[in-house]
């Protein structure tokens, strides 16, 4: 069945796959971006899908920009909750202005997004909810005091609302994929990846953004019903 779907940070990295995918099972997809013209025009381009612009860190626009959505597209009954930013440093040298980015982006915005939509979930007795939390959420990282502590409250936040709503036909669950090739892991610096973290993954890779996607379209599909609240770890093996 056709839904339609909103896909946060939806037109790069893991979040663009995630809209490919989406997109080719039959559903009307929304790819949301907050900045990057460029990458969003050629995402549109090549694929097709709808790009729509707005800030998840900002209530009144995330509500301005669910409503344009359902204008164009029709009612949201897939969310995926994927925009993510870093702003890696270690505690002792982070501004506040860092910390509170990443908390917005990463964090804030599950509120920001999910509230628009959850009511309209409820009423139709519908709905499939996926946070894109990370491996770093799991186990805590060197340098991301933020981005994990934003990423946890992604979990915290999947297994609330899941309760909050398991009896109305909405699942909500939290994906964590662990380092995936994407601009966002090509910014760590080369040594600490090769040293640190590659020696740590047991399937000795990183993982493809496809592979992250396949399991959001699982988790996004009537099948999946039964799955609710939970976290599923998609990262090589290297944080079990
Ligand atoms: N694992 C283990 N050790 C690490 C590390 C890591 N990922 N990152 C840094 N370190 C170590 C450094 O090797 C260094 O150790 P020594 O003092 O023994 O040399 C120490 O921590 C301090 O690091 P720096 O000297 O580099 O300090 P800095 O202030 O210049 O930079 C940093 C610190 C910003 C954390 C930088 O090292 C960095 O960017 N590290 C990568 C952090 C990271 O893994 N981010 C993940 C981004 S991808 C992502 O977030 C997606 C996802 O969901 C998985």
């Not at 909750?81 to 270690?90: K, P, Y």
């Not at 981005?147 to 964590?176: H, M, P, W």
Request: charged residues 20%; contains cysteine; aromatic residues 6%.
């Amino acid at each position: 069945m056709s839904r339609v779907a909103i896909v946060t940070g939806g037109t790069r990295g893991i979040g663009a796959a995630i809209s490919r995918a989406l997109h080719a099972e039959g559903h009307k997809v929304a790819a949301n971006y907050a900045g990057n013209e460029e990458a969003a025009a050629a995402f549109h381009r090549d694929t097709g899908i709808a790009v729509f612009k707005w800030d998840v860190s900002d209530f009144d626009a995330c509500a301005a920009g669910v409503a344009r959505v359902a204008d164009e597209l029709g009612l949201v009954n897939i969310l995926v909750n994927n925009a993510g930013i870093t702003r890696d440093s270690m505690l002792h040298k982070m501004t506040l202005e860092q910390w509170r980015a990443v908390i917005g982006t990463n964090l804030n915005s599950l509120f920001n997004m999910t509230r628009p939509v959850i009511e309209g979930m409820r009423e139709r007795g519908f709905g499939r909810i996926v946070n894109i939390s990370s491996i770093n959420g799991q186990k805590g990282q060197i340098g991301q005091t933020n981005y994990s502590a934003s990423k946890a409250g992604d979990i915290g936040f999947t297994k609330a609302l899941a309760q909050e709503n398991a009896r109305k036909g909405i699942t909500v669950n939290a994906v964590c994929p662990g380092y995936t090739e994407t601009d966002m892991v090509r910014a760590v610096p080369q040594d600490v990846l090769e040293k640190s973290i590659l020696s740590q993954i047991p399937v000795g890779r990183l993982g493809q953004p496809e592979e992250i996607a396949r399991c959001v379209l699982f988790l996004a599909s009537e099948q999946a019903g039964f799955i609710t609240g939970s976290t599923l770890t998609v990262n090589g093996g290297q944080y079990l």
